[in-house]
Protein backbone atom coordinates (compact mmCIF):
# COMPACT_ATOMS: atom_id res chain seq x y z
CA UNK A 1 0.00 0.00 0.00
CA UNK A 2 1.18 3.26 -0.96
CA UNK A 3 1.74 5.52 2.27
CA UNK A 4 1.63 9.65 1.62
CA UNK A 5 2.58 10.87 -1.29
CA UNK A 6 5.42 13.54 -1.56
CA UNK A 7 3.08 16.27 -3.12
CA UNK A 8 0.73 15.84 0.40
CA UNK A 9 3.71 15.88 2.51
CA UNK A 10 2.97 19.01 4.63
CA UNK A 11 -0.96 19.50 3.68
CA UNK A 12 -3.02 18.93 6.36
CA UNK A 13 -5.26 15.89 5.60
CA UNK A 14 -6.90 15.95 8.70
CA UNK A 15 -9.92 17.52 7.76
CA UNK A 16 -10.21 15.17 4.73
CA UNK A 17 -9.79 12.32 7.15
CA UNK A 18 -12.50 13.25 9.37
CA UNK A 19 -15.19 14.27 6.46
CA UNK A 20 -14.20 10.24 5.34
CA UNK A 21 -15.09 8.97 8.86
CA UNK A 22 -18.09 11.15 9.36
CA UNK A 23 -19.11 10.17 5.57
CA UNK A 24 -18.61 6.56 6.26
CA UNK A 25 -20.94 6.87 9.99
CA UNK A 26 -23.60 8.64 7.76
CA UNK A 27 -23.67 5.86 5.61
CA UNK A 28 -23.45 3.15 7.96
CA UNK A 29 -26.61 4.85 9.48
CA UNK A 30 -28.12 5.24 6.21
CA UNK A 31 -27.99 1.29 5.40
CA UNK A 32 -29.27 0.89 9.13
CA UNK A 33 -32.06 2.72 8.17
CA UNK A 34 -32.96 0.65 4.99
CA UNK A 35 -32.26 -2.31 6.46
CA UNK A 36 -35.09 -1.58 8.98
CA UNK A 37 -37.47 -0.53 6.33
CA UNK A 38 -36.57 -3.77 4.53
CA UNK A 39 -36.89 -5.96 7.48
CA UNK A 40 -40.08 -3.90 8.27
CA UNK A 41 -41.34 -4.83 5.09
CA UNK A 42 -40.52 -8.51 5.46
CA UNK A 43 -41.65 -8.48 8.73
CA UNK A 44 -38.38 -8.97 10.62
CA UNK A 45 -36.84 -7.34 13.47
CA UNK A 46 -33.65 -5.91 12.84
CA UNK A 47 -32.14 -8.99 14.79
CA UNK A 48 -33.75 -11.32 12.34
CA UNK A 49 -32.40 -9.27 9.55
CA UNK A 50 -28.60 -9.20 10.09
CA UNK A 51 -28.66 -12.60 11.54
CA UNK A 52 -30.01 -13.59 8.28
CA UNK A 53 -27.63 -11.96 6.24
CA UNK A 54 -24.75 -13.29 8.45
CA UNK A 55 -25.91 -16.86 7.40
CA UNK A 56 -26.65 -15.53 3.63
CA UNK A 57 -23.04 -13.60 3.18
CA UNK A 58 -21.21 -16.11 5.93
CA UNK A 59 -22.57 -19.35 5.01
CA UNK A 60 -23.73 -22.09 7.47
CA UNK A 61 -22.87 -20.93 10.74
CA UNK A 62 -23.72 -23.02 13.75
CA UNK A 63 -26.07 -21.20 16.62
CA UNK A 64 -23.24 -20.57 18.80
CA UNK A 65 -20.93 -19.39 15.82
CA UNK A 66 -23.63 -17.20 14.90
CA UNK A 67 -24.45 -15.95 18.29
CA UNK A 68 -20.84 -14.90 18.52
CA UNK A 69 -20.55 -13.59 15.59
CA UNK A 70 -24.01 -11.32 15.93
CA UNK A 71 -22.73 -10.59 19.38
CA UNK A 72 -26.12 -11.93 20.82
CA UNK A 73 -27.58 -14.17 23.36
CA UNK A 74 -27.16 -17.76 22.42
CA UNK A 75 -30.94 -17.79 23.94
CA UNK A 76 -31.52 -14.75 21.81
CA UNK A 77 -30.03 -16.48 18.59
CA UNK A 78 -32.64 -19.67 19.30
CA UNK A 79 -35.69 -17.10 19.19
CA UNK A 80 -34.16 -15.26 15.72
CA UNK A 81 -34.00 -18.68 14.32
CA UNK A 82 -37.27 -19.98 15.42
CA UNK A 83 -38.56 -16.89 13.12
CA UNK A 84 -36.74 -16.94 10.99
CA UNK A 85 -37.05 -20.99 10.03
CA UNK A 86 -40.67 -20.24 10.52
CA UNK A 87 -41.08 -17.45 7.86
CA UNK A 88 -39.02 -19.58 5.70
CA UNK A 89 -35.82 -17.62 5.74
CA UNK A 90 -33.41 -20.89 6.84
CA UNK A 91 -33.52 -24.14 7.61
CA UNK A 92 -31.81 -26.18 10.83
CA UNK A 93 -29.58 -28.73 9.16
CA UNK A 94 -27.31 -31.56 10.63
CA UNK A 95 -23.39 -30.97 10.91
CA UNK A 96 -21.93 -33.39 8.58
CA UNK A 97 -18.80 -33.06 10.53
CA UNK A 98 -20.14 -33.62 14.24
CA UNK A 99 -24.03 -35.43 14.24
CA UNK A 100 -24.34 -33.60 17.46
CA UNK A 101 -24.18 -30.10 16.19
CA UNK A 102 -26.57 -28.11 13.92
CA UNK A 103 -26.36 -25.80 11.07
CA UNK A 104 -27.98 -22.80 10.39
CA UNK A 105 -28.55 -22.66 6.68
CA UNK A 106 -29.94 -19.60 4.67
CA UNK A 107 -32.47 -20.44 2.40
CA UNK A 108 -33.13 -19.32 -1.17
CA UNK A 109 -36.66 -19.41 -1.48
CA UNK A 110 -37.58 -15.70 -0.30
CA UNK A 111 -34.51 -14.15 -1.85
CA UNK A 112 -36.42 -12.71 -4.76
CA UNK A 113 -38.75 -10.92 -2.37
CA UNK A 114 -35.45 -9.63 -0.67
CA UNK A 115 -33.77 -8.73 -3.65
CA UNK A 116 -36.85 -6.29 -5.22
CA UNK A 117 -36.89 -4.30 -1.83
CA UNK A 118 -33.38 -3.49 -2.38
CA UNK A 119 -33.77 -3.51 -6.19
CA UNK A 120 -33.90 0.50 -5.71
CA UNK A 121 -30.30 0.80 -3.80
CA UNK A 122 -28.71 -1.42 -6.14
CA UNK A 123 -29.86 0.43 -9.09
CA UNK A 124 -28.94 3.63 -7.52
CA UNK A 125 -25.24 2.11 -6.76
CA UNK A 126 -24.92 0.66 -10.49
CA UNK A 127 -25.48 4.00 -11.58
CA UNK A 128 -22.70 5.69 -9.44
CA UNK A 129 -20.19 3.06 -9.69
CA UNK A 130 -20.63 3.18 -13.64
CA UNK A 131 -19.00 7.17 -12.63
CA UNK A 132 -15.76 5.39 -11.84
CA UNK A 133 -12.88 4.22 -13.65
CA UNK A 134 -11.81 0.78 -13.39
CA UNK A 135 -8.88 2.14 -11.37
CA UNK A 136 -10.79 3.91 -9.10
CA UNK A 137 -13.46 1.49 -8.12
CA UNK A 138 -9.73 -0.51 -7.72
CA UNK A 139 -9.30 1.85 -5.18
CA UNK A 140 -12.67 1.69 -3.33
CA UNK A 141 -12.75 -1.81 -3.17
CA UNK A 142 -9.38 -1.73 -1.09
CA UNK A 143 -10.50 0.91 0.65
CA UNK A 144 -13.61 -1.22 2.02
CA UNK A 145 -11.78 -4.72 2.43
CA UNK A 146 -9.10 -2.86 4.80
CA UNK A 147 -11.86 -0.95 6.72
CA UNK A 148 -14.07 -4.05 6.90
CA UNK A 149 -11.19 -5.59 8.36
CA UNK A 150 -10.67 -2.97 10.88
CA UNK A 151 -14.34 -3.39 11.73
CA UNK A 152 -13.87 -6.73 12.23
CA UNK A 153 -10.60 -6.75 14.47
CA UNK A 154 -12.29 -3.53 16.41
CA UNK A 155 -15.59 -6.16 16.86
CA UNK A 156 -13.49 -9.18 18.14
CA UNK A 157 -11.45 -6.85 20.51
CA UNK A 158 -15.02 -6.22 21.95
CA UNK A 159 -15.93 -9.26 22.55
CA UNK A 160 -13.10 -10.49 23.89
CA UNK A 161 -13.40 -7.11 26.63
CA UNK A 162 -16.28 -8.88 27.05
CA UNK A 163 -16.01 -12.19 27.83
CA UNK A 164 -13.09 -11.06 29.88
CA UNK A 165 -15.25 -8.59 32.18
Not at 78 to 96: I, K, N
Not at 104 to 122: I, Q, S, T, Y
Request: with cysteine; proline share 3%; charged share 30%.
Amino acid sequence: METVSSEDQGVNRGPLQAAVRRSFNDVALQMSLLNRRVGTRLELKDADLECFNLVFTEGPLTPTGLARRSGLHPATVTGVVDRLERAGWVSRERDPDNRRAVLVRALRDRNGELFGLLAGMNDAMTGILDDYSTEELELIVGFLHRTLEAGRRATDDLSADAERS
